[in-house]
């Protein structure tokens, strides 16, 4: 009872439940049913890639940081999962069969810890948001901002890439880390196994979407706000902004590092070609045409940008770069708050006799924030869970 | 040393209560049809208690600011005390807004600054505003993206715990509500104030020190671009504020300096050049020469003009008014 009051008290709350409920429809039910197993676990490689994108949203769309280098925390947190995997296919004291080829066939002492299953989970969070935290305090409390700290975040990705080329004998070199077939003792080959991957990655995804969602709505979402447009004020009022954004960073990172963990077991492979620079500004282009300060831009960015890849990439192997790099560009120069503000710039309008889609918003609803839980209802890739029919169906009732 | 007990006049010895009667709130609006400065809610957000404030004063001494070998504050001694509404002014040039950058912090300085016995010089910024001290800027710098509510919120919370930051604002805080009143802007407080007016805006950065609570208030000229009622309405609401803490204003406008200023520091090249009431600074053949008299060229005379011409005419022509302790312009 108090719950159904609570939700009728607060239609904002009302609709987010909704809007999560449908994702978690179209996510646990009619995903796997709709698309086959190889399609599913496309989308579930597309879901850890969105992953990346939510945190890169909180840090870049609200905090400012343009991270080009979360293909770092993206990187360590799936080398760290792709090591206990090797580790735990050559059994208790085996060898990882890359080391036999390359190196001197011992485990290195700083591998060992990660046969045990909880110390890698651990290491899998803590390693990234640890290293995101020195960093993070080391950069910006010298006040290492916008272009510089893009440089610098980028230069990172390149030298981490550089260094796992660099040492074949212990990560695998450019061939990095695969032909895993365990997960936690399920068989990888397994179709079903690979549907739980798929299951379990969905659910993670939902967390974090609810977790950036209260960061944003509380009132630290605020602050980080106004840490990015007035760095200075927010310190003339008493607060320390390295602070705030250190918090921010250390949540992309760690979110980053999930979406990699994941991302081992379902493609089965792990290489420098997976987090260096170019992958790295790949996360960010998802997140730039879906709309950087939005909730669900970033993800539904991220997922169609993959999505719109792979299919092209299928019928056109050279074409998609080109493609990817002009709506790069189409977007930044038109559409700076990404497909995101169109949905916005629609609902605002919902009396001018050329709005396209008249069912879709109602008057009522033309709320200016940026947070409302809609994301870009023309998103190019038409199979990402686009969760624009909650407006339709809830919207009505609200406010 | 200086004595921290107050010297001025302001009334701060007297029962508090009795301080906003003296100031009608009807005469205050000004045809701004509420909209404007509302005095009798100030009481709320400033608080009663003034005793909290009592020890406070500022005292700078020997300040001195270089950037890059240019001496831009040399030596300066400033002392403010609690209850007392300091101007301090200036020609272009003069140092007045490096000094209030060298006490909050953003300015590299030697020497000393002490507010209610702590030193501030060599603190981080966020440092020495947890000590108590609050700022304005020349150009408003209010949180364009965020409300009127959010941007007070922010200013009113730099001592909230991490719990109470990830969660979302509940109601709005006594203070703020109070604070929104006072500067006017109940009704706009779910505008983005990027869109607020320009006055409004700057309101709205004193509502922000206002919630911030701070102790000692630096303001860069507060009512730059602002109507003649606007300007009215906040040197009321400074004056008010200036009974109980310690403010600073630097400002060019020289009428708004006569009817609220309760002392005033002259500054020209980076040192103290004269201090006192109005009336002892305008009288003070010194800045006649040096600052009024060129504020005089900007106002269509020659600035070559000798001193001679300068001492019978300061900046305006029309007879300057005592000290003003007291609010001057209620019988306007």
């Not at chain 1, 994108?53 to 909180?58: E, R």
């Not at chain 1, 500004?281 to 831009?297: C, D, E, S």
């Not at chain 1, 993800?299 to 990817?324: C, D, H, K, M, R």
């Not at chain 2, 209560?17 to 049809?33: M, S």
Request: include cysteine; hydrophobic fraction near 50%; charged fraction near 15%.
């Amino acid at each position: 009872m108090s719950t159904l009051t609570g939700l009728l008290a607060r239609p904002g709350r009302t609709r987010t439940l909704a809007g999560f409920a449908l994702a978690a429809v179209l996510l646990f039910a009619v995903a796997p049913v709709v698309l086959s197993d190889f399609r599913l676990n496309l989308l579930a490689k597309f879901l850890c890639f969105a992953m990346v994108a939510v945190g890169i949203g909180l840090a870049w769309g609200r905090g400012g940081m343009l991270t080009l280098g979360q293909g770092v925390f993206f990187g360590l947190g799936a080398y760290i999962m792709a090591m206990h995997l090797k580790l735990a296919d050559a059994g208790p004291g085996g060898v990882p069969d890359f080391m036999l080829l390359y190196g001197t066939g011992e485990v290195p002492g700083w591998w060992e810890p990660l046969r045990s299953a909880p110390v890698a989970i651990l290491a899998i969070v803590l390693v990234p948001c640890a290293l995101a935290a020195v960093l993070g305090f080391a950069v910006f409390t010298r006040r290492v901002r916008g272009a510089y700290f893009a440089i610098l975040s980028q230069a990172l990705a390149a030298a981490f890439a550089i260094l796992l080329i660099g040492q074949q004998q212990v990560t695998g070199g450019t061939n990095g880390l695969n032909g895993f077939r365990s997960f936690f003792g399920y068989d990888l080959a397994d179709p079903i196994n690979k549907r739980m991957l798929f299951f379990i990655a969905a659910g993670v995804l939902l967390l974090m979407v609810a977790l950036v969602r209260q960061l944003m709505v509380s009132r630290f979402g605020e602050l980080l706000v106004a840490v990015r447009d007035q760095e200075n004020r927010v310190r003339f009022l008493g607060y320390d902004p390295a602070v705030i954004k250190v918090v921010a960073y250390v949540v992309a990172a760690g979110m980053a590092a999930i979406g990699g963990a994941l991302f081992v077991p379902i493609v089965g492979i792990i290489s420098p070609a997976d987090v260096g620079v170019v992958p790295s500004i790949g996360f960010l282009v998802g997140v730039a045409i879906g709309g950087r300060a939005t909730l669900l831009g970033p993800v539904l960015g991220a997922i169609a940008v993959s999505w719109a890849q792979t299919s092209l990439s299928e019928s056109f192997p050279s074409g998609w770069i080109y493609f990817q790099g002009a709506l790069f560009i189409i977007v930044v120069a038109f559409l700076p708050g990404g497909l995101a503000s169109l949905v916005g710039k629609l609902r605002r309008a919902p009396r001018e006799p050329a709005a396209p889609k008249p069912g879709t918003a109602p008057p009522s609803a033309a709320s200016p924030s940026a947070t409302s839980p809609t994301g870009p209802t023309t998103t190019t890739a038409p199979d990402a869970p686009a969760t624009s029919p909650v407006t339709a169906t809830t919207g009505g009732h609200d406010d | 040393m200086t004595d921290p007990t107050p010297t001025t006049a302001a009334p701060v010895t007297g029962p508090d209560r009795a301080v906003p009667d003296a100031i009608n709130p009807d005469a205050v609006g000004l045809g701004l049809e509420g909209d404007g400065i509302d005095l009798s809610s100030a009481e709320a957000v400033l608080g009663g208690d003034a005793e909290r404030f009592r020890h406070d004063y500022l005292e700078v001494r020997g300040l001195h600011v270089e950037f890059d070998g240019f001496v831009a504050v040399d030596d300066v001694d400033l002392t403010v005390v609690q209850g007392d509404l300091r101007f301090l002014i200036g020609p272009n040039g003069a140092g007045k807004t490096t000094i209030v950058d060298a006490i909050t912090g953003l300015a590299k300085a030697s020497g000393s600054v002490q507010f209610g016995g702590t030193e501030l010089l060599g603190r981080k910024v966020h440092k020495v505003a947890r000590a108590g001290v609050g700022r304005t800027f020349q150009t408003a710098s209010v949180f364009e993206e965020l409300t009127v509510l959010q941007n007070l919120d922010i200013a009113a919370g730099a001592g909230r715990g991490p719990w109470e930051l990830l969660r979302r604002r509940g109601g709005v805080p006594e203070n703020v509500e109070a604070a929104m009143e006072t500067i006017g802007l109940t009704h706009l407080r779910d505008v983005q104030a990027g869109i607020l007016a320009h006055g409004q805006k700057q309101w709205l950065e004193i509502g922000m020190l206002l919630v911030q609570d701070a102790r000692l208030l630096l303001l860069d000229e507060p009512v730059a671009g602002m109507s003649h009622a606007e300007r009215e309405q906040t040197g009321l609401l400074l004056q008010r504020i200036g009974e109980q803490r310690t403010v600073v204003v630097v400002e060019h406008d020289m009428e708004f300096l006569r009817a609220f200023a309760s002392s005033v520091t002259v500054l020209h090249m980076g040192s103290v050049l004269s201090e006192g009431t109005y009336a002892e600074v305008q009288a003070d053949p010194r800045v006649q020469e040096v600052y009024l008299g060129t504020a005089g060229a900007s106002r269509g005379a020659r600035r070559t003009r000798p001193r001679a011409g300068a001492a019978t005419s300061p900046a305006t022509t029309s007879p300057a008014k005592p000290a003003p302790t007291t609010a001057p312009t209620t019988e306007a």
